[in-house]
């Protein structure tokens, strides 16, 4: 038998949450992980295709592995169909992130709100386009160097979509790619700067990652936001947190099994990238058990 839940609470100015409002907040986090999990899917399908286009793009075009280089001064013509390809994989990812992020309410007028708050979600004071369209620039030049490290070792344009399509998150690892860093003298293209390595704290080495990674947070902090409004909507005074998995984390003990007001928006799950607690809302009442 599941143990009790004891929560922090004042009752002698708030109600304890009871359990149906408990169970509605679980789905509704169970409910949005299961949807961040078919937006990441679906990106990854997108890129995956996309992967595929810009490999046949450059074998059609037959340059010299050595001197490949994604610019208008390289091949204006080329590169003009890869821009192509990559404006069709922006606008469609963030189309699929405007829909997984909106479907938190079935609210017409909810949902434009929504999505007009998520187009100014972005890192470095960028707006979701602008974001996106950096870590897209980063997956461009990944598989440049895929590219051009597979044609150097003589591969097929079809055995390169597959080790592409098949190391979406793992570029670096292809062994043909591993080796031209090896030789990196000989590439007048980012192997030979080596800059494509080098990530940063919570940043991938492979820019699709990045680009999952992106869509999905975007959806949950859509989700927080429109939580947010639904419980000020409600009226009510506050929120508890409780946790969602049984994983040790410093950060989600120090907000759980306690009383927030309604404006402290720090402590408001997801907490970080991977969290599934859960937010409760809590009411005002002049008696209730502070212990579930």
């Known amino acids: 038998m599941a143990q009790p839940i004891k929560i922090k609470l004042d009752t002698s100015k708030y ?25 990441g899917e679906r ?10 286009r810009i490999v046949e793009i450059c074998y059609r075009y037959d340059v010299d592995p050595k001197l490949l280089y994604f610019s208008s001064a390289f091949n204006a013509d080329m590169m003009g169909e ?46 979701l386009r602008d974001t996106l369209d950096g870590y897209l620039y980063k997956t461009m030049k990944d598989w440049e160097a895929a590219i051009a490290a597979l044609r150097y070792a003589g591969r097929t344009a079809a055995d390169a979509t597959t080790r592409v399509m098949t190391h979406l998150h793992s570029i670096y690892t292809i062994p043909e790619v591993t080796a031209a860093f090896k030789r990196a003298e000989e590439f007048a293209t980012y192997i030979r700067s080596r800059g494509v390595q080098y990530g940063a704290v919570g940043i991938s080495n492979n820019g699709s990652t990045n680009v999952v990674n992106m869509g999905k947070i975007t959806l949950q902090l859509a989700w927080r936001h429109q939580q947010q409004e639904d419980f000020n909507e409600e009226g009510a005074e506050g929120y508890v947190v409780l946790r969602g998995s049984g994983y040790d984390c410093d950060q989600c003990d120090e907000n759980a099994n306690r009383f927030h007001p309604i404006t402290d928006l720090d402590g408001w799950p997801p907490l970080h990238s991977h969290c599934c607690c859960v937010a409760v809302p809590v009411h005002n009442a002049a008696s209730a058990a502070s212990i579930l």
């Open 15 to 39: 109600k304890a949450p009871a359990d149906d409002e408990i169970a509605a907040a679980k789905r509704f986090i169970n409910l949005r992980e299961e949807y961040a999990g078919v937006l």
């Open 82 to 127: 890869i821009a192509d390809v990559m404006d069709d994989i922006e606008q469609t990812i963030l189309n699929l992130i405007y829909e997984y992020s909106t479907r938190v309410t079935d609210d017409r007028d909810k949902m434009s709100a929504l999505a007009a708050w998520t187009a100014l979600l972005g890192k470095g004071g960028r707006n």
């Open 43 to 52: 990106i990854d399908e997108v890129l995956r295709d996309g992967a595929a």
